[in-house]
């Protein structure tokens, strides 16, 4: 998924990794989810995208109403968790 997302949004947008095992309470939400893909944007809860696979339409709308909710422009506008 991370392979696919990097290709997808390149350098736009900021990519953290979040390792789920290191997490008790992560392990309980989301084991057996993983990979999950979390979308945030300064100001709101994250939002669960996509989880096993990267599904492109559904990254690309939370990409486009993060940028017009938000008001942001810059590379800096989001940040994807995976």
Not at 27 to 56: F, K
Not at 65 to 77: A, N, T
């Amino acid at each position: 998924m991370l392979l696919a997302l990097r290709a997808l949004v390149g350098d736009e947008f900021q990519i953290v990794v979040v390792d789920v095992d290191a997490d008790p309470a992560l392990v309980v939400r989301y084991d057996e989810l993983v990979p999950v893909l979390m979308g945030a944007v300064p100001g709101r809860p994250l939002e669960q995208l996509c989880n096993y696979y990267l599904i492109d339409n559904v990254v690309c709308n939370f990409l486009a109403r993060s940028r017009c909710d938000s008001g942001i422009s810059s590379p800096e506008s989001g940040k994807i968790q995976d």
